[in-house]
């Protein structure tokens, strides 16, 4: 059973303009799903409309948010948030601007298990060296004090894991988290989220644009071009035999680093061609142009 359907789901600006053309995709407990594209496929925009936080300019206009069997578009403002605060989290792309630069790393932990889950402060705190101390991160006390500024940006994103997870939240979306980090710490870090996801079993909704960080992380994808889905295919079926054309030029343009000296391959004119004809043709049907 999914614990997240997004059924049909279209968001366009208020101003117009459409960002995600009746977009359906499922989610089940437990399981990675990867969202890939170009930028400015929508593959943010989904997940801000799951947990709410579409920018003011963008509305919903049709479709369905289904979490654990409740169509979240239908419920009041406040129940809403509610209800993805205590069964949703983030993590976001840049973690030194999703940190609050005046507050020391604690309480930006230990807010999140007081506010969701009611804890006394002492408790919270405990948990938190505890969730320091299972992302890898030595001497938590220590790190409890600091300042963002003053730790790495390997350990910066290693805590907004640990906040993710602090309140054993059934799905995580993960927006691009390794993208501000070098090469190095970036497989640590795709390293830890998995593993953390294996042990707590929560269902992840990962943003990427690099297939091979999907490959390794993911169990399906979704397969995104201008706020429109193309693909929907397990891991293994889409990496042996991808069925859209669009998909095939994004796995062929994908650099081999087996072979340094290969040029990049971009995706054919022809091919971009085709899916704008596709995305025009949807707006037609849904009488968006």
């Given at each position: 059973m999914?614990y997240?359907?997004?059924?049909r789901?279209?968001?366009r600006l208020k101003g117009?303009?459409?960002l995600l053309r009746?977009?359906?995709l499922?989610?089940?407990?437990?399981?990675v799903?990867?969202?890939?594209?170009?930028?400015?496929a929508?593959?943010?925009?989904?997940?801000?409309a799951?947990?709410g936080?579409?920018?003011?300019?963008?509305e919903?206009?049709s479709?369905?948010?289904v979490l654990?069997g409740?169509d979240l578009l239908?419920l009041?403002?406040?129940?809403?948030r509610r209800r993805?605060g205590?069964?949703c989290?983030l993590?976001?792309q840049?973690p030194?601007?999703?940190?609050?630069?005046?507050?020391?790393?604690?309480?930006?932990?230990t807010?999140?298990l007081?506010?969701?889950l009611r804890?006394n402060?002492?408790?919270?705190e405990?948990?938190?060296r505890?969730?320091?101390a299972?992302?890898?991160?030595?001497?938590?006390d220590r790190?409890?004090?600091c300042?963002?500024?003053?730790?790495s940006?390997?350990?910066?994103?290693r805590?907004?894991i640990?906040?993710?997870?602090?309140?054993e939240?059934k799905?995580?979306?993960?927006?691009?988290?390794?993208?501000?980090?070098d090469?190095t710490?970036?497989k640590?870090?795709l390293?830890l989220?998995?593993e953390m996801?294996?042990?707590?079993g929560?269902?992840?909704?990962?943003?990427?644009?690099?297939?091979?960080v999907v490959?390794?992380v993911?169990?399906s994808?979704?397969?995104?071009?201008a706020?429109?889905v193309?693909?929907?295919a397990?891991?293994g079926d889409?990496?042996?035999?991808?069925r859209?054309p669009?998909?095939a030029?994004l796995?062929?343009?994908?650099p081999k680093?087996?072979d340094?000296?290969a040029?990049l391959?971009?995706v054919?004119e022809?091919?971009?061609a085709?899916?704008r004809?596709?995305v025009a043709?949807?707006?037609?049907?849904?009488?968006?142009?």
């Amino acid at each position: 059973m999914s614990y997240l359907e997004i059924d049909r789901l279209t968001v366009r600006l208020k101003g117009g303009g459409t960002l995600l053309r009746a977009v359906s995709l499922q989610v089940a407990a437990g399981e990675v799903r990867g969202l890939v594209g170009e930028s400015g496929a929508g593959k943010s925009m989904i997940g801000k409309a799951v947990l709410g936080i579409l920018p003011r300019a963008a509305e919903v206009v049709s479709g369905r948010i289904v979490l654990d069997g409740v169509d979240l578009l239908t419920l009041p403002p406040a129940e809403r948030r509610r209800r993805v605060g205590a069964s949703c989290a983030l993590i976001p792309q840049d973690p030194l601007t999703a940190l609050n630069p005046s507050r020391r790393i604690g309480p930006q932990i230990t807010d999140r298990l007081v506010d969701i889950l009611r804890w006394n402060r002492g408790r919270a705190e405990g948990r938190a060296r505890e969730l320091l101390a299972e992302v890898h991160i030595p001497d938590p006390d220590r790190v409890m004090r600091c300042y963002p500024h003053e730790l790495s940006g390997g350990m910066r994103q290693r805590i907004l894991i640990a906040s993710a997870f602090a309140a054993e939240p059934k799905l995580i979306v993960a927006d691009e988290p390794t993208t501000a980090l070098d090469v190095t710490v970036q497989k640590q870090i795709l390293k830890l989220i998995k593993e953390m996801q294996l042990r707590h079993g929560t269902a992840l909704l990962f943003v990427s644009h690099d297939l091979g960080v999907v490959s390794k992380v993911c169990q399906s994808l979704t397969v995104l071009y201008a706020g429109m889905v193309l693909e929907d295919a397990g891991i293994g079926d889409f990496f042996r035999a991808p069925r859209h054309p669009y998909s095939a030029a994004l796995l062929a343009a994908t650099p081999k680093y087996t072979d340094p000296t290969a040029g990049l391959i971009p995706v054919p004119e022809a091919v971009l061609a085709a899916v704008r004809a596709e995305v025009a043709a949807a707006d037609r049907r849904a009488g968006h142009v």
